[in-house]
């Protein structure tokens, strides 16, 4: 059919409606044409009609592209980024919920004393959480064993000596933790015949290393901070 110079819809004709470029969408539109032509005068009106869209029609390049980069190819937001939902705050998560059943008093000494924080049992439990998030819970799980071991009476120290030692200090060591060798060293040769302070320059070591670094830390995250009322 030649091609229009004026649309449908100018003469009122539902082509939607009609199911457009059907051949009884084009049969209804022709007979509609030819009454519209004689009842009007001027130039002859032509119409072109496409063919309705099939499933084997190949989409533009435009609309290919498009919907590829809404498949695989685009950014993710913040509601898709490492498949976990819209970024988590601060306030939502279990260390600032433990941080906020805290009194201000407590916290401000936690901030200002390691010591304080390591003397307090629910300061060294949450301390411990935060630890697991960095993956070196076995440093304050190695000092509160140290801890006890020197309150033990000396009926058990032998059996606990050895089960810290195969814990935290042998090779392969499921937590095992960093101590210089002259420390190790000395600990090793001690197994024989442990006394009560077989782990006391160990225990200080770790502790010396978890208050200038992983403590350092703690105190300075957004939920500790936002427990303070300070952010």
């Known amino acids: 059919m030649s091609d229009a110079v004026a649309t449908l819809e100018s003469m009122g004709l539902d082509l939607v409606g009609a199911g457009a470029g059907s051949d009884k969408a084009i049969e209804s539109a022709t007979a509609h044409k030819r009454r519209w032509n004689r009842s009007n005068s001027g130039p002859g009106i032509f119409f072109r009609f496409s063919r309705p869209r099939t499933s084997t029609d190949a989409p533009s390049s435009k609309a290919a592209s498009k919907g590829r980069r809404g498949r695989s190819g685009s950014t993710p937001g913040p509601e898709s980024a490492g498949g976990s939902g819209s970024v988590r705050s601060p306030t939502t998560t279990p260390l600032f919920v433990r941080l906020s ?107 010396r290393l978890m208050g200038s670094d992983s403590y350092k830390r703690f105190i300075k995250t957004d939920a500790f901070q936002l427990a303070l009322g300070r952010r």
């Not at 058990?156 to 060293?185: C, R, W």
């Not at 001690?190 to 200080?204: L, Q, V």
């Open 101 to 207: 059943r805290v009194s201000l008093k407590v916290l401000k000494e936690w901030e200002e004393s390691f010591a304080a924080l390591m003397s307090n049992e629910a300061g060294m439990e949450i301390f411990e959480d935060f630890l697991m998030s960095e993956f070196s819970q076995e440093n304050i799980q190695f000092w509160r064993a140290c801890e006890r071991y020197r309150r033990l009476p000396d009926s058990q120290l032998a059996s606990e000596a050895e089960a810290i030692f195969q814990d935290y200090l042998a090779p392969g060591a499921p937590k095992m933790v960093n101590l210089d060798h002259g420390t190790s060293t000395q600990i090793t040769a001690k197994m024989r015949s442990p006394d009560r302070e077989i782990f006391e320059n160990a225990s200080r070591s770790v502790f």
